[in-house]
């Protein structure tokens, strides 16, 4: 049972545009949500996360928005770059879960130069 | 600056061995876990310690079991390795306090099993 899902495995996007990566949970426990971003060969990397009481977090080029009615949270990139190219995860936890968090199946950037 | 590391980058071990993946991390972090990460099924945790000698089954804990006789130290343990635990492994760190969560992961170990 996948509780966050990210449907898309793959993105284009051309340099300076927007990127945008979408993430689906489905459990309304989940309380803090976190995303990671994976270049190959080495471990993931923390990027942002918004807690459920907000709406909207940003840092630099990355915002993330935070939907809850429809169980949705999105990953804004503005200007995307050629070193963003990378996987990215989304990751949610269960509110009481010490610090446990469950993935999701990543979505591949490709920031065409 | 902070660091997770992993014995190895690259293991090849037989089917039937027993495999030891150690993770060590120099954070003074009171968690610890293994994920192991496929291709289609994302970051899937196997187990997890939020102190010493204490440990939690995460998802898919079968045919996995770990130890942590540190607080730096955490070792997965492939009893009987099989062919389907063929996989990146990564191990991770965080901070008990309940602000902060993100994990802090090694580099992965690219665990083949023949």
């Known amino acids: 049972d996948q509780q966050v899902k990210q449907n898309s495995p793959s993105l284009s996007v051309q340099e300076g545009r927007i990127s945008i990566l979408n993430c689906d949970y489905t459990?309304?426990?989940?309380?803090?949500f976190l995303w990671y971003k994976k270049y190959p060969a080495e471990g993931p990397t923390f990027l942002i996360s918004?807690?459920?009481?907000?709406d909207k977090n940003e840092d630099g080029r990355f915002t993330v928005f935070l939907n809850k009615s429809a169980k949705h949270l999105s990953l804004h990139i503005v200007p995307s770059q050629p070193g963003d190219s990378a996987v990215y995860f989304c990751?949610?936890?269960?509110?009481?879960?010490?610090?446990?968090?469950?993935f999701g199946t990543g979505t591949k950037l490709q920031v065409i130069p | 600056d902070v660091k997770v590391t992993q014995s190895s980058r690259y293991l090849v071990k037989r089917t039937g061995e027993k495999v030891f993946l150690e993770c060590v991390q120099d954070?003074?972090?009171?968690?610890m876990f293994w994920y192991r990460q496929d291709p289609g099924l994302g970051l899937r945790l196997i187990y997890f310690?939020?102190?010493?000698?204490?440990?939690e089954k995460g998802d898919i804990p079968e045919g996995y079991s770990v130890s942590r006789e540190k607080k730096e130290r955490f070792s997965l343990i492939l009893e009987s390795a099989s062919t389907n635990q063929t996989s990146m492994y990564l191990c991770?760190?965080?901070?008990?306090?309940?602000?902060?969560?993100?994990?802090?992961f090694g580099p992965g170990t690219r665990l083949t099993v023949l």
């Open positions: 954070m003074d972090h009171e968690n």
């Open positions: 918004i807690s459920s009481i907000k």
């Open positions: 991770a760190s965080s901070l008990a306090a309940s602000g902060r969560i993100e994990q802090f």
């Open positions: 310690s939020y102190d010493v000698k204490m440990k």
């Open positions: 459990n309304s426990m989940f309380d803090y």
């Open positions: 990751a949610a936890r269960i509110s009481g879960g010490y610090q446990k968090v469950t």
